[in-house]
Structures are given as C-alpha cells and as structure tokens.
C-alpha cells in the first residue's frame, strides 16, 4: 500500500514539474520586441511599439501617422492568462487590460477589450517581433 501512496506521490510530482516547465515556454515564448501599424479612424495610422520584458514588465508606445499628436507612452506588468493570451496590465491602474493573442515567437495580435478576436472587419492588429 506504501508503494502505492509513494508512486502516486511522484507521479503528482511529475506533473507539476511538467506543467511549470510547459508555462515558462510561453512565457519565454513572447518576450521580446515587437511593432507594427494599426488600424486608426481618424488618422493614417498608429504606429505600435511594444517591448515584453523577462521581469513581466512592459513598455508600448503608439506614434498617431500623419498627426500633430504626441506619442502615448504606457508603462506595467504583463502575464499570460489562462487562455493563452498575452495580457497587458497598466501601472496607473487607470486603464483596462489589453490582450494579444500569441500567433508564434514572431508574432502578437491585439484582441479587443474582451480579450476576444477583432471579427467583421478586413483590417488587421499583428505586431511583429523586431
């Protein structure tokens, strides 16, 4: 019965271990630089800047094309969530979450404010890794 109760104990074991390497491939997996021009009503475009640090901090700057405005400069933590998803968690607490969805090593998605897939539209929200 010992021998049971202690092969089941590493077997639990076991997975945690797996589970906790398996998370930290994500997590490797985004860090890093990123850009790309989205989308912008009443602009040519806005230029996205978006560095993931291995600290689980973040810096993105948007650059309005084409305007007299000056670049947006946000600052916070970042995570990935239990859907897989990047999500973008501002320092001032003033702003809500922004997600990204992780295509691949090279590439990132911005989600809307639900954190779902911008749908009904032919416009595009990548920022490639630089």
């Known amino acids: 019965m010992f021998s049971k109760i202690k092969k089941s104990f590493v077997f639990i074991l076991l997975i945690i271990f797996l589970l906790t390497i398996l998370s930290g ?43 007299d405005a000056a670049p947006y400069e946000a600052t916070g933590n970042w995570k990935i969530d239990e859907k897989e998803r990047l999500v973008l968690i501002a320092s001032d607490g003033k702003r809500v979450e922004q997600y990204f969805k992780i295509v691949s090593q090279n590439e990132v998605k911005m989600l809307d404010g639900d954190g779902n897939e911008i749908t009904g539209t032919d416009l595009n929200f990548p920022l490639l890794r630089k």
């Open 25 to 67: 491939c994500t997590k490797d997996k985004v860090v890093g630089n990123y850009e790309g021009i989205i989308p912008c009503a009443d602009c040519e475009g806005i230029k996205a800047e978006l560095s993931i640090k291995s600290d689980t901090t973040y810096v993105v700057e948007f650059t309005y094309l084409g305007t």
